[in-house]
């Protein structure tokens, strides 16, 4: 059974910075595609990054420059570190995993940046 599980969440100023990481297990996941997405209160899910097997990053325009996704297909972990973070960056950050038609999620980590 295929399970995610986020963590590194917490409260920071505007500013700073944190590091989620995304411990997958149930299967070895070097192959597939994997992503960050996140969700603020009353907005939608959306994406903010995603890497793929052959180490290709993608990310959104508003965390461009700011935000970094790697992968350690080793440990089966993916990670996000956030830099530079801002008020607009709250929200509950979701890891993702896609194999085939098939979309899995984590448990989700909350991300506050205030003052």
């Known amino acids: 059974q295929v399970q995610l599980v986020e963590s590194g969440g917490g409260s920071v100023q505007p500013g700073g910075s944190l590091r989620l990481s995304c411990a997958a297990s149930g299967g070895i996941f070097s192959r597939n595609a994997m992503g960050w997405h996140r969700q603020a209160p009353g907005k939608q899910r959306e994406l903010v990054a995603t890497i793929t097997s052959g180490i290709i990053t993608n990310y959104a325009d508003s965390v461009k420059g700011r935000f970094t996704i790697s992968r350690d297909n080793a440990k089966n972990t993916m990670y996000l570190q956030m830099n530079s973070l801002k008020p607009e960056d709250t929200a509950v950050y979701y890891c993702?995993?896609?194999?085939?038609?098939?979309?899995?999620w984590g448990q989700g980590t909350q991300v506050t940046v205030s003052s």
């Open positions: 993702h995993l896609g194999i085939g038609d098939r979309d899995y």
